[in-house]
């Protein structure tokens, strides 16, 4: 499916099918691809069969990058369809194991939400928060649903302001402010007879809508690929040829940073690392029916990595941690001269 491609016009089932059966050509990527089949298979209405999917890969004997995220789906979809006794142990279950992702929390915390559990949304928002942003200088890009939800479920259940609250009032980014976003009686204007107040809806709604398609949006990004320094010695020892694309680790990581600021002041969109390694590069080559050892495979290997949806786009967001690995935030470690 094209990323420009509108929704109405996806057939969700057939594009569920496609993913699994890429997830069969690609099993080291079948977490990822298998997830996006099941949100197929909701949307398309087919529950059950998106269950099926979740418990395939909780049941896989080959490790999940973040199973947490896979149960907190699983019990979003089944309490969609009527099992509510099942999700809301699961739901538990989530909470207690106190993730380190916060897209378990977030998925968790939402689906008790959406079913007027505000309360027991509410506890849930805050645990995150507080697990995940006491002691933080600046909160990572991907806890900002965190923030925003519980500062929505709050506005809801009539709370006043806090310190977390005032937090997401920071990073919020939109014109419309979140106290306006999240303000309740905003639903009583829908059914109002005036103009006015339906135009104001109109444009709260519209810049509610933007912000959804910009963190739902997964363009298609020109990538550079990475290779980590374990993966870059075991390449190197293996293929010597390769050695003058990669004359040692340090430079090919100024090589990349390099690369991509030079892409996007040349204003290419949509920049992308993604992350290679030999076994993959392998597979690949034999799959091109070519060696490893020729370079002209690199690129290609990269824009392969990249559709299937293993690129991590670049910049970083404020406060994430550097593209390279190390552990410091970008604006540390690559990011200092950005």
């Not at 979809?77 to 993730?99: C, D, F, K, Q, T």
């Amino acid at each position: 499916m094209r990323p420009d491609t509108p929704a109405e016009n996806v057939d969700h089932t057939a594009e569920a099918a496609r993913l699994e059966r890429t997830a069969g050509l690609y099993p080291e990527d079948a977490e990822a691809l298998l997830l996006r089949a099941a949100a197929h298979l909701e949307l398309s209405g087919d529950r059950p069969t998106a269950t099926t999917l979740y418990d395939r890969l909780l049941s896989s004997s080959e490790g999940l990058d973040n199973p947490h995220l896979v149960r907190a789906l699983k019990a979003s979809n089944l309490w969609e369809y009527g099992h509510e006794a099942e999700a809301r142990a699961i739901i538990e279950g989530v909470r207690v194991a106190s993730p380190k992702d916060p897209a378990p929390w977030v998925i968790v915390a939402e689906s008790l939400e959406s079913h007027d559990e505000l309360e027991a949304a509410h506890e849930t928002f805050t645990e995150a928060v507080h697990r995940l942003l006491t002691d933080v200088a600046e909160p990572p890009y991907a806890t900002h649903p965190l923030l925003f939800g519980r500062h929505r479920v709050r506005r809801m259940l009539g709370k006043s302001h806090d310190e977390w609250d005032a937090l997401a009032d920071t990073v919020h980014s939109l014109p419309i402010t979140l106290d306006e976003l999240h303000d309740p009686k905003r639903v009583w204007s829908l059914g109002s007879e005036n103009p006015a107040e339906l135009e104001a809806e109109i444009l709260r709604l519209r810049a509610e809508l933007g912000a959804y398609r910009e963190a739902l949006s997964r363009p298609f990004p020109v990538a550079i690929l990475h290779w980590p320094a374990g993966e870059l010695t075991e390449l190197l020892e293996a293929y010597p040829s390769l050695s003058t694309e990669y004359p040692s680790h340090a430079e090919h990581l100024a090589s990349i940073e390099q690369s991509l600021r030079e892409l996007a002041a040349s204003g290419t969109p949509n920049l992308g690392i993604v992350t290679g390694t030999v076994p993959s590069y392998e597979a690949f080559a034999a799959s091109e029916g070519s060696s490893p050892g020729d370079a002209t495979l690199l690129p290609q290997y990269a824009t392969t990595l990249a559709a299937r949806g293993r690129a991590v786009a670049w910049p970083p967001q404020r406060g994430a941690a550097c593209w390279c690995g190390s552990g410091q935030p970008y604006g540390q470690c690559h990011g200092t001269t950005a």
